[in-house]
């Protein structure tokens, strides 16, 4: 097994792409090492010193450390404990129940609706594919329809990333304003 290794615009995470399926579709993103008990994988990366996130995309997997480690440190345990994982056979999630996560479905009606529909759509087509080239992925989590204001959740590489928020108001906001009027403003949410 060849696991290639990417940098992300983000210094402080690496892409690991293992040749083959990590979730398939959809992510995932663990904060924690409790949040990562959920996965075997996540959790054996976790274990490793240094690691502060790990985030599971359809192909790809990003992992996070602290500033104060160095990835010629880190690099190997974690293309190890990957190799392991897939290697073993071992399923991706303690739980048959587990999933990816997606975009919040918080209850809109009528015209608002539509116009948060529209909005899924743009990131699902045109943001998040390149968003994950990064090793990341942008999740929406809300739209105030009295102020035009959308709330999106930055994850995997993007989360934490020097230049998220230059990707969120030169890049999205551009983006959903020109193609969505009702669109006044992006935020990110935190955590």
């Keep these: 097994m060849f696991i290639q290794t990417e940098a992300t615009p983000n210094p402080e995470v690496l892409k690991f ?23 075997p994988l996540a959790a054996d990366i976790f274990d490793i010193e240094g690691v502060t996130r790990v985030f599971f995309g359809p192909d790809f ?4 450390k602290h500033p104060s480690f160095d990835w010629p440190h880190l690099k190997a345990p974690v293309l ?21 996560g997606g975009h919040d479905e918080g209850a809109y009606e009528g015209e608002t609706a539509q116009i948060v529909a529209e909005i899924k759509d743009l ?13 990341g992925d942008i999740l929406f989590h809300k ?27 030169a890049g999205v906001e551009n983006m959903l304003k020109h193609y969505v009027p009702e669109v006044t403003r992006v935020e990110q949410t935190l955590g």
């Design 17 to 39: 792409l293992p040749g083959r399926a990590v979730l398939g579709e959809g992510t995932r993103d663990f904060g924690s090492m409790e949040e990562a008990q959920a996965s």
């Design 123 to 135: 990131l699902d087509t045109r943001i998040r594919p390149a968003v994950a080239q990064d090793g």
């Design 143 to 169: 739209f105030e329809p009295d102020t035009g204001v959308v709330w999106l959740n930055m994850r995997g590489a993007c989360s934490g990333c020097p230049s998220s928020t230059a990707t969120l108001k």
């Design 61 to 64: 997997l990003t992992v996070g």
């Design 80 to 100: 190890a404990a990957i190799m392991d994982h897939f290697t073993s056979g071992r399923p991706l999630f303690a739980e048959a129940g587990e999933q990816a």
